[in-house]
């Protein structure tokens, strides 16, 4: 088992066991990329509004701005690979199609050797050149699940997905619970507690976590923040920054997570 976290990638293989559990396993959003690998366990793995029992040889992909988490059974030990890496780490065109094509690749397990090699490389290599190597393989493993077979998974319900896609597709626009309202037609309460039943977050909290982490992609590629601010809706710049150094202290606590 090991740790890598150089420059903007995080490698890591894990086991927690019953006696030493690493983390909490509790509802978050982030940044950066995730592909976590399933050695073993008891886990159920949830991706916004997907839910998925793993399996030996399982890969769930979690894009930036996706809100996850495990739901994990201690009572046997829990092994993975997780990588995390930043949306620039690939071609753009192969994220989209990773996008696209959902979260969940069920029995992978041809994809063992693929994540020995991390073990290979945190023993034989260190600093930079274990970067670039680490880098290869996820570019590579990145392609190579472009052509894999997907689960796609219902999801919650009608609802709570139509929202999802919604907010999703509009994230520039300026959503409110009366706007969402009007648009569903189920009254403000009625969205505002289903939503938190089933997503586990309030869903103004929602929303403007993906604004945030949709705004941190304009500022890396150039934007002032002054102008995201105002292009995703924010009363007032110092409302935004808040939220946006928030967002970054978080990115920061959740390396090493999952």
Known sequence: ???????DIDISHKLDKPSSPTEEYHKHIHSFNEILYFVRGNVTYTVESETVKLGEGDIVFIPSGKYHF???????PYERYVLKFPDNAVAEHIRKQLINNGSFYPNCKNYKSVFALFDDYNEAFTGEDRYLLCLCE???????????????????????????RYVNKNIHEQITLKSLSERFHYSTSHINIEFKRK??????????SKKIIAAHQMILDGAKKSDTAEKFGFDTYSTFYRAYK???????????DD
């Open 1 to 7: 088992m090991f740790g890598f976290y150089y420059k």
């Open 70 to 76: 495990a739901t994990v059974d201690l009572s046997e």
């Open 138 to 164: 996820i570019m590579k493993l990145s392609i190579k699940l472009c052509y894999e077979s997907v689960l796609h998974v219902q999801g919650y319900d009608n609802l709570v997905d139509a929202i999802i």
């Open 199 to 208: 997503m586990k977050v309030p869903i103004m909290q929602y929303i403007r």
């Open 246 to 256: 928030k967002m970054l202290e978080n990115d920061k606590l959740h390396r090493g």
